[in-house]
T-cell receptor, first 113, second 110 residues
Framework: EPEVTQTPSHQVTQMGQEVILRCVPI?????FYWYRQILGQKVEFLVS????????KSEIFDDQFSVERPDGSNFTLKIRSTKLEDSAMYFC???????????FGEGSRLTVL | RKEVEQDPGPFNVPEGATVAFNCTYS??????FFWYRQDCRKEPKLLMS???SGNEDGRFTAQLNRASQYISLLIRDSKLSDSATYLC???????????FGSGTRLLVRP
């Protein structure tokens, strides 16, 4: 069964360092997303991406965040200068169309020290 | 008012019980509705979509009330494996993003 894959599964970094989280969405999907979930809190929307550009972003997705689809398969989330409060589980998700089921990867746990 | 609001629970029920969760949403123009399930420290997974006419999938029944802007999920004959957090998810009419509620935790005990 096709799945969304994410790497790394866990990353520990020092405050102020840059982090890149990688995702491979399901191959025929056109809409890509990043969500985050701070431990014990809700799943929060960060950004959606379609047709090689950001379609929507939340207030959380400030200038420290960027996304890229550098080739036909990868979808990356970069945090330029991590803060302690960036510690969370980051989920990549994709869907085939603008509606319908959103498929999630298993997440990348980011710990900022 | 929160975009999507749920009772956090936990709901602690015995095996075999029937349990119902409600969810309210603030954007009256929302078009798509879902229930997702999330196990501890795992990714959310789709449980079922919610259609205007209501829909059933085995022991699970979802209902939508557009006038009152609420969605419900009914679980019949609860199993131990139903223990999880149930997430109400809403998509607006002109938006690609899905907004998640904070989830309702269900514990099914033997």
């Amino acid at each position: 069964e096709p799945e969304v894959t994410q790497t790394p599964s866990h990353q520990v970094t020092q405050m102020g360092q840059e982090v890149i989280l990688r995702c491979v969405p399901i191959s025929n999907h056109l809409y890509f997303y990043w969500y985050r979930q701070i431990l014990g809190q809700k799943v929060e929307f960060l950004v959606s991406f379609y047709n090689n550009e950001i379609s929507e972003k939340s207030e959380i997705f400030d200038d420290q965040f960027s996304v890229e689809r550098p080739d036909g398969s990868n979808f990356t989330l970069k945090i330029r200068s991590t803060k302690l409060e960036d510690s969370a589980m980051y989920f990549c998700a994709s869907r085939e169309g603008a509606a319908g089921e959103l498929f999630f990867g298993e997440g990348s746990r980011l710990t900022v020290l | 008012r929160k975009e999507v609001e749920q009772d956090p629970g936990p709901f602690n029920v015995p095996e075999g019980a029937t349990v119902a969760f409600n969810c309210t949403y603030s954007n009256s123009a929302s078009q798509s509705f879902f229930w997702y399930r999330q196990d501890c420290r795992k990714e959310p997974k789709l449980l079922m979509s919610v259609y205007s006419s209501g829909n059933e999938d085995g022991r699970f029944t979802a209902q939508l009330n557009r006038a009152s802007q609420y969605i419900s999920l009914l679980i019949r004959d609860s199993k131990l494996s139903d223990s999880a957090t149930y997430l109400c998810v809403v998509q607006g009419d002109s938006s690609y993003k899905l907004i998640f509620g904070s989830g309702t935790r269900l514990l099914v005990r033997p």
